[in-house]
């Protein structure tokens, strides 16, 4: 999570709000008033793209908050092993989809915080439910959390009815989307008590793929060369997550030898740079 | 003279062998305080490139051409920093390989320069392509050199047949703690500048660049004594206290260069004529232990006086080392086990070292400094020169106390690159 960027990220989201989805590409361009938003209009469905993109989030986040119910339910009626078992795969939803939630003010920090993140009054959420979990063995202190949590996440799914999504927003959010795997999860300081890092890892990535999937016709249009790397690029990353895979989901960090955390890192940064100048399609 | 004839006048020295009568004609041209401080073949593409550039800022003195007869960066009179870095690849494809011989060497010939790598700097929907650390600096003498490992020419590129007899990997040495972090790689690259920041900038660059296709295996930074602080350019002394570099062959003599260091076409290997074969060893100096011990051990381990560099019994660091010298009871005055006896052996074999100091902060499993000297040397035939000079040293030499080798790789590194084409272009 990153606050500083969050702020940065909703006030985008406000300077374009005025921008509707029922505005053409035409009508846009016309009113453009900033480069963004000039550049936006190189690609002209940029509106299909987006409210695609929008329908993905809404989807997830309505999984997040079915899951979270479930997961949350596990820790209100104590049982500590249902809860561990649906701690990872509910917060894949939310890790998917992370850079829109970032841009929604304090809902990141609530949601995904991890201890010093904020002051220790403020600290509630996932992470602090998985210290419970995995530290303390235990929900007991850990139900009005869950119930926070809960709220939080239905939250989230309200505001990002109302979101816009900018176009910048996505080609800057599938690298970040992969920074977040660069700087935490692979090297497992995202999961630290439950060390279920792979699935926040994986889903990641899922939610980069997704964007990439969504501007990949029109990226061919402007760099082949570029689009092709791209994907060589996901697919030699997914591969070698997959042979992590254990069951429905991930090894344990802890499982990872230096040379593993060392090649997926490689692997990463070998996708996130070409991966980076997929702005080229909003133009200069 | 007009620009085109500048342009030719540079341009015809990287097509015939280059005499000392052009070198002086060339200082002409391009200004003869061009030539002060490089030397040999690396000064005249000095003083080509800052021709070519003609407006250049007046810092161009202060520039080493990247196109040359022969790599910049190995007869160059050593910068005051390092960096070094071996990579591996990544990539099964030769084509890739190419690609990225060609990017690399057109960014080199920009930050040998001093200018911005690409040409998307100042598009805000994207990251710029350079990194920027370095915008604004003089060239700062940046040599860029790059070789191939003895892996370079395994199964993946089908180039086995093409490897030099010369690039094997080394055979073990008495002393040596080899560790795998520090060793090897598929591409070894020597950034050398009077900047660490430069270089630094250098090899980021180049490892951004590569991603997808090659990743960094290990790096060392190294430093010596700046020109600053030694402007009149003395022998630089190691992290011992003892000067080191002495008994370097001179750069400046072509025909000892292409005795000692370049590789010939008749050497069995036609695409490295005009190469040289480098060996990195990350020597790791025991400096607690070092320091503890006396000067008189010290100088014996060394075979010289520590203060004026002098071989043991002689006055100037220049003086000769004569081994047959004996003292009042008839042992040797240098001892037969000191390193520069055995370096030296009868004086027929030799290198040119570039060696750097390195520290790379504490060793954290027992406090003590992580320091030492990445030694870099370059010669025509490692078969002949470095391995017969270390199995010797690795045996016998009286440093062995204090030093050990933890680091290890051997480059071929690639003739010069003439403008147009690219790094490796004689062997892909």
Not at chain 1, 88 to 112: H, K
Not at chain 1, 114 to 121: C, H, L, Q, S
Not at chain 1, 255 to 265: M, Q
Request: with cysteine; charged share 25%.
């Amino acid at each position: 999570m990153k606050t500083k960027l969050a702020a940065v990220m909703l006030a985008s989201a406000v300077v374009f709000a005025g921008c509707g989805s029922n505005n053409n590409g035409a009508d846009q361009a016309k009113e453009a008033s900033t480069n963004t938003e000039q550049s936006a209009s190189k690609v002209e469905n940029w509106d299909e793209i987006t409210g695609q993109y929008r329908d993905f989030a809404l989807d997830q986040t309505d999984k997040l908050v079915a899951e979270t119910d479930k997961f949350v339910q596990a820790v209100k009626s104590g049982d500590v092993e249902t809860a561990k078992s649906l701690y990872a795969p509910t917060r894949m939803y939310y890790e998917r989809i992370e850079p829109i939630a970032e841009a929604l003010g304090d809902l990141d920090p609530n949601i995904d915080a991890r201890e010093n993140d904020v002051e220790e009054k403020d600290w509630r959420g996932f992470h602090r439910i998985e210290q419970s979990l995995w530290v303390n063995n235990t929900t007991a202190g850990a139900e009005d959390y869950a119930s926070q949590l809960l709220d939080d996440t239905k939250t989230l799914r309200a505001l990002i009815e109302t979101v816009e999504v900018e176009p910048s927003l996505l080609v800057t959010g599938a690298v970040e989307l992969l920074n977040e795997v660069s700087s935490s999860k692979v090297t497992g300081e995202e999961e630290r008590y439950s060390h279920t890092d792979l699935y926040d890892f994986a889903a990641n990535v899922e939610g980069a793929r997704k964007i990439y999937e969504l501007l990949k016709a029109e990226l061919n249009k402007q760099d082949a060369e570029l689009e092709g790397q791209i994907g060589t690029s996901f697919d030699n990353l997914e591969q070698a997550l997959a042979t992590y895979k254990s069951g429905d989901g991930y090894v344990s960090y802890t499982d990872l030898k230096e040379e593993d955390t060392k090649k997926l890192s490689q692997l990463l940064d070998a996708l996130a740079e070409p991966l980076s100048q997929m702005g080229t399609i909003l133009g200069a | 003279m007009t620009t085109d004839d500048k342009k030719h006048a540079g341009d015809s020295i990287l097509e015939k062998p280059v005499s000392r009568r052009d070198l002086l004609r060339l200082a002409g041209v391009g200004g003869a305080g061009l030539l002060l401080g490089a030397s040999g073949v690396g000064a005249i593409f000095g003083a080509k490139g800052s021709t070519a550039l003609g407006a250049a800022k007046p810092s161009s003195e202060d520039q080493i051409d990247f196109y040359g007869k022969h790599q910049a960066g190995i007869t160059t009179p050593p910068q005051d920093f390092l960096m070094f870095a071996s990579f591996d690849l990544t990539t099964n494809s030769i084509d890739d390989v190419r690609k990225l011989f060609k990017s690399w060497t057109e960014a080199s010939a920009a930050m040998a320069k001093g200018v911005m790598i690409g040409e998307v700097n100042d598009n805000p929907n994207l990251p710029p392509t350079d990194t920027g650390e370095a915008a604004g600096l003089n060239p700062s003498k940046t040599t860029i050199t790059f070789g191939v490992g003895p892996s370079f020419f395994d199964a993946r590129f089908g180039l086995a047949s093409k490897r030099p007899a010369v690039l094997a990997d080394l055979p073990a040495f008495g002393g040596d703690e080899l560790r795998e972090e520090w060793c090897g790689g598929d591409i070894g690259v020597q950034v050398s500048a009077n900047d660490m920041q430069i270089a630094f900038h250098a090899i980021r660059n180049l490892a951004r660049i590569a991603r997808g296709k090659a990743v960094l295996r290990w790096t060392q930074e190294g430093f010596q004594r700046t020109g600053g602080a030694d402007s009149a350019g003395a022998t630089p002394r190691n992290l011992m206290g003892f000067k080191d570099g002495t008994g370097n062959p001179d750069t400046k003599d072509e025909a000892v260069m292409n005795e000692v260091v370049w590789a010939q076409s008749g050497d069995g290997t036609p695409w490295m004529a005009g190469g040289s074969y480098m060996i990195v060893r990350r020597i790791r100096i025991r400096v607690e232990v070092w320091d503890r011990s006396t000067l008189g051990d010290q100088e014996a381990t060394f075979g010289r006086h520590r203060d004026s560099g002098a071989p043991i019994g002689s006055k100037k660091e220049f003086d000769p080392v004569d081994l047959s010298r004996k003292d009042g009871k008839g042992k040797p005055l240098i001892p037969v086990n000191s390193h520069v006896a055995l370096a030296r052996g009868n004086g027929s074999v030799k290198i040119l070292r570039r060696s750097y100091s390195y520290s790379s902060g504490m060793d954290n499993r027992t406090g003590q400094f992580d320091a030492g000297l990445l030694f870099i040397c370059y010669n025509r035939d490692t078969r002949k020169q470095f391995i017969p000079m270390q199995q010797k040293l690795g045996q016998m030499d009286a440093l062995n106390e204090y030093i050990v080798h933890n680091g290890s790789a051997v480059f071929a590194c690639f003739p010069g690159v003439r403008e147009g084409g690219y790094i490796g272009d004689t062997l892909l």
